[in-house]
């Protein structure tokens, strides 16, 4: 027992000095530390306190200045970074909602314009004629939305006034700059453009509510819903605006 006992000691005594042999390496506590501008700053203004030689003060008090107007500068870059990805996280936000909404709208536009040939009705053929002249209206209103706005969703806020109202006057606001563009012979530029769809939409909640065979299920739900209520208008064709335009 005793010899066993020795043994183990040995082992352990072996393994403690295996660790302290592993050479002179750089201890990570002896590494110098970078000094901020902010202790830098206080370090000197400690020593301005003192008594000094004018040559040391005026050298020490000229350095405190550089160091003062370098801290300014980082801050105001801090503030800027700061705002910078913050708008830019609203930014691709808004583009992958639009992406979504001029989806959804073309998808009913080619249904509807399919519907339209097949069928024999004045009365029917106007009233998708209708339908089809407010999802244009909501196409143009995604594809020209101004860039220094903040993206109003047309299938959301229901009957909020206040949102309701913005949106109206945003639809005014892109009208004019289309007639605008168009006097000057140029073309107005897309904000809600098709390229938007190489975004990934996998890492946002927004966009995981439903796969593309949901949707294409419920775009064949709405088409079967519409032919049975024809000459009715479909309410999930519409947008919220002109679902409150017809309730009033």
Do not use: C
Request: proline share 2%; no cysteine; net charge positive.
């Amino acid at each position: 027992m005793a010899h066993g006992g020795l043994g183990k000691r040995r082992v352990v005594e072996g393994k403690r000095l295996g660790r302290r042999s592993k050479g002179p390496g750089v201890d990570k506590k002896l590494k110098p530390k970078a000094v901020s501008i902010k202790n830098l700053i206080r370090s000197i203004e400690r020593m301005l306190r003192k008594e000094l030689t004018p040559e040391v003060r005026e050298a020490q008090e000229k350095k405190l200045d550089g160091l003062k107007k370098q801290q300014e500068i980082h801050a105001r870059l801090a503030v800027e970074r700061k705002i910078f990805l913050r708008e830019r996280k609203i930014f691709l936000r808004d583009r992958k909602i639009k992406f979504f909404e001029r989806r959804k709208i073309e998808r009913r536009i080619r249904r509807l314009e399919k519907q339209q040939r097949t069928i024999s009705g004045q009365a029917q053929d106007m009233e998708i004629a209708e339908q089809l002249s407010k999802l244009k209206e909501d196409l143009e209103y995604v594809r020209f939305f101004p860039k220094t706005e903040k993206y109003i969703s047309l299938f959301t806020g229901g009957d909020d006034s206040e949102i309701i109202d913005r949106r109206n006057r945003l639809r005014k606001q892109i009208k004019s700059n289309l007639v605008a563009a168009a006097a000057s012979g140029r073309d107005l530029e897309e904000t809600g453009s098709e390229d938007d769809g190489l975004l990934d939409l996998s890492d946002d909640d927004f966009f995981l509510s439903g796969s593309s065979s949901e949707e294409a299920d419920a775009d064949d739900e709405w088409t079967e819903s519409t032919r049975e209520r024809a000459p009715g208008i479909a309410a999930s064709s519409i947008s919220s605006d002109e679902r409150n335009k017809r309730q009033v």
